[in-house]
């Protein structure tokens, strides 16, 4: 988005337009979406807080900022609901931890983009990523498939870009690592894919 | 960006939301968006409190010139016109 054509619809919703709202829903919602459903691994998680995201906007368009980036403000407004998600997941697992112990069924699920994935590579990416933790598959959504910058990403996730750089170079290894690993046992991994250089 | 880890990342297919739901939500945050700039732009506004005060000032003003009016058409219909 340019970044004028951006200026003009945040003065536009700080005015309360709503036609500059569904400007920016069409330009973000399947970027916003597609970011939640992979960190979260799960569509009716991923739906409640793009949900809430867009809520977030509208309670404070009147008190965006005449610059604001509405792509880092989006993103970072969808991570830490996720994050605060995250937390209140912690607390029902610690409370529940012991009825776990007891269930019959293994409660480990592929992620939806899993059981989509077209093609065997693929699906192996997705699983890799979905089995990172969570702090460095953000940065390598953010970065490699939401395409942001690294200074934007930082933003987002609330650290330096250096200690964003850090993180994504070891979130990279640790993709590769598993892809390498996971081909040994079956498709090849794609050429060259070792530890790459951070962009 | 040419590296082929970060070539696949990128094309990842993306996902999309329930239509239904995604509609519902739009068509919600549209609504909300208008409510609260209507909200805004009211009470941007003279209060109602001001308002009614300024009605009741503007009342009492006609109605003395009224009352004067009336006071001295009858005193020139009792004493008549010099």
């Not at chain 1, 089995?131 to 490699?144: D, F, N, T, W």
Request: net charge positive; with cysteine.
């Amino acid at each position: 988005m340019e970044r004028d054509t951006e200026l003009a619809l945040v003065e536009r919703l700080r005015r309360g337009d709503p036609n500059a709202f569904d400007d920016v829903y069409a330009a973000f919602n399947t970027r916003l979406f597609t970011f939640l459903v992979r960190l979260s691994r799960r569509r009716d998680v991923a739906e409640d807080l793009l949900e809430e995201t867009w809520l977030r906007l509208v309670k404070h368009a009147q008190r965006l900022g005449a610059d604001t980036r509405l792509g880092p403000w989006l993103f970072t407004v969808a991570r830490n609901l996720h994050v605060s998600y995250l937390r209140s997941r912690m607390l029902e697992d610690s409370a529940a931890s012991s009825l776990i112990a007891l269930w019959p069924f293994s409660l480990e699920r592929s992620s939806p983009f899993e059981a989509a994935a077209a093609s065997e590579l693929e699906r192996r990416i997705e699983r890799a990523l979905a089995a990172m933790p969570a702090a460095s598959r953000e940065v390598l959504l953010l970065v490699a498939v939401a395409g942001m910058d690294h200074s934007d990403a930082a933003d987002v996730c609330g650290i330096t870009p250096e200690a964003l750089r850090q993180r994504l170079h070891r979130a990279r290894e640790t993709l590769s690592k598993v892809l390498e690993r996971d081909a040994e046992g079956g498709v090849p991994a794609p050429g060259g894919m070792r530890s790459c250089p951070i962009r | 960006m040419s590296d082929p880890l970060t070539r696949l990342l990128a094309e990842l297919p993306v996902a999309e939301p329930d239509p239904a739901r995604a509609e519902r939500t739009r068509m919600g945050c549209r609504a909300l968006l208008a409510q609260r700039a209507a909200r805004a732009s009211a009470s941007r506004g003279p209060s109602s409190g001001r308002r009614t005060v300024q009605v009741w000032q503007l009342l009492i003003a006609v109605l003395g010139v009224a009352y004067l009016t009336e006071v001295i058409v009858q005193a020139l219909s009792v004493y008549g016109t010099p």
